[in-house]
């Protein structure tokens, strides 16, 4: 069942039905990655733990196809409502800008095959000491 959108937003990567990170989703004020080009749902029931570093990849290749990772590990797909990635902020979190560390941001100008996106996370994982469900690095 899709959650909530709350009106606190921590980060906005997308347009107002894009991809936002956001802050009171559910009753226990977890983080979720939402994700969809018409309306707004989280990729997955999953909540993005606020004690825990992870590392959060989006894959999208234009507006054709999407996925997301979580520290290497499979958590989402769409193939419709896919919107164009943009960037800034909103203005209903005290100034507007993100309260929060990013550690890493990468950018790709092609997609990359999943032998190289399991060589990002296990990069990210040796680096972090993150730890994934699905997927070995042999750490």
Known sequence: MPEVHPAT???????????????????????????????????SVNSIPVTT?????????????????WNGDSKGNATSNIQSYVTGTVGSLSNGNLDGDIAEFFYFDSALSQNEI???FCYLRAKYKLIAITRSCGI
């Open 53 to 69: 570093f992870i590392a959060i990849a989006s894959v999208q290749n234009a507006t054709v196809s999407w996925q997301e990772y």
């Open 9 to 43: 937003n921590l980060l906005l990567v997308g347009p107002a039905n894009g991809r936002e990170v956001n802050i009171g989703a559910s009753p226990g004020n977890e983080l979720f990655l939402w994700r969809n080009g018409s309306g707004l749902t989280p990729p």
């Open 118 to 120: 399991d060589r990002v």
